[in-house]
């Protein structure tokens, strides 16, 4: 019964992936579209995903401790466990795995692109005091003819 426990709580892991890709892909299109407020509230909502994964990964290391497989990487457990949950292990690992990947090119796609607009935001602010600057030096440079 302990690896339908862990089977479970891969399933469950792999629906908690879902929604973080779901929530990468608001998050993009808060980017671009500069909806601040939005992309606040995904941050938000990120970091409170950061923290039930890190308890997320305390079960799992707990889980595969119970079933003496304290290192067993999540490609390798089909080849660890009983012969008639081979087959829904192998499915969950590859379905948690894929999900995984998703949400992985998701992150990205979205720190690219924020990175992307925060170098633009840098150039254009940088751009501004170069021009702030030459009207000052421009202003001080001019001659004072009053007597």
Do not use: W
């Amino acid at each position: 019964m302990e690896f339908q426990k862990y089977l479970s709580f891969l399933a469950d892991l792999q629906k908690c992936l879902d929604s973080l890709t779901a929530l990468e892909q608001r998050k993009l299109t808060a980017i671009q579209t500069a909806d601040f407020d939005a992309l606040d509230q995904c941050i938000k909502e990120e970091q409170a995903a950061a923290l039930d994964l890190r308890g997320r990964e305390h079960k799992r290391a707990d889980l595969l401790s119970q079933l003496g497989l304290p290192d067993a990487s999540l490609r390798e457990l089909p080849d660890h466990c009983p012969a008639e949950f081979r087959r829904q292990a192998s499915e969950i690992t590859q379905d948690v795995l894929r999900s995984y990947q998703v949400l992985a090119s998701a992150q990205n796609a979205a720190r690219t692109l924020m990175e992307s607009d925060l170098r633009h935001i840098q150039q254009e602010l940088d751009r501004r005091q170069e021009k702030r600057q030459d009207t000052s030096a421009a202003r001080s440079a001019q001659t004072d003819l009053r007597v």
